[in-house]
């Protein structure tokens, strides 16, 4: 596997980090074994890697022959518990976005001149000039709302379709950047480690 995430440190067996298929009699054993255990010195998080499970594999069966599929190496996470966030702390930072949110569009219709543009849409249609022409600005601050929550693909926690949005394919691409340089880095400090 890729990566796991744990709540509590201690023993990794085999059967959390790969899946496993044996003709031998000791297949629950095997998936029982204990590959690595964290501790304190890992912080929040390990990374296993193949060359780590077949020493310590050989070491308990030296009998077996091993073949591995799939990724080169294992990240383990320890997630934190997760606490009820304040109401106080979410209203307030919901409210600093709102704020935020609202100043972005407001300097953005601004910059493009957009309170001209729908005057002018206005008198082009009804050959009239009208400071505020609302049957366009109504509409068009519903469909502002609309069109946000469309590429967001979500009301809180429902979505409207199976598909992904933009802002999950980034989070998706950052973690994996974020796994490729923990695992980079995580095991050079290992190659570091062993070879002093």
Request: net charge negative.
């Amino acid at each position: 596997m890729k990566k796991i995430k744990v709540t509590h440190r201690g023993s990794i067996t085999l059967k959390d980090i790969a899946f496993v298929s044996s003709l031998t009699k000791n297949l629950e054993d095997l998936k029982e074994f204990t590959i690595y255990t964290m501790t304190k010195q890992d912080h929040h998080i390990a990374v296993i890697d193949r060359f780590l499970i077949i020493d310590q594999l050989i070491q308990q069966y030296d009998d077996l022959e091993y073949q591995f599929i799939g990724p080169q190496e294992t990240i383990v996470q320890l997630e934190k518990v997760k606490q009820k966030p304040s109401v106080w702390i979410v209203s307030f930072v919901w409210f600093l976005l709102f704020i935020g949110t609202a100043m972005t569009i407001m300097n953005f219709h601004y910059d493009v001149s957009m309170q001209e543009v729908q005057q002018k849409l206005h008198y082009l249609f009804t050959g009239e000039e009208n400071e505020f022409p609302l049957w366009i600005q109504v509409p068009y601050s519903i469909g502002l709302g609309l069109g946000m929550l469309l590429f967001f693909n979500r009301w809180f926690k429902k979505k409207f379709n199976d598909e992904p949005s933009p802002l999950e394919v980034e989070l998706f691409n950052y973690q994996q950047d974020l796994d490729q340089y923990v695992s980079h880095y995580e095991n050079e400090a290992y190659d570091k480690d062993h070879s002093d």
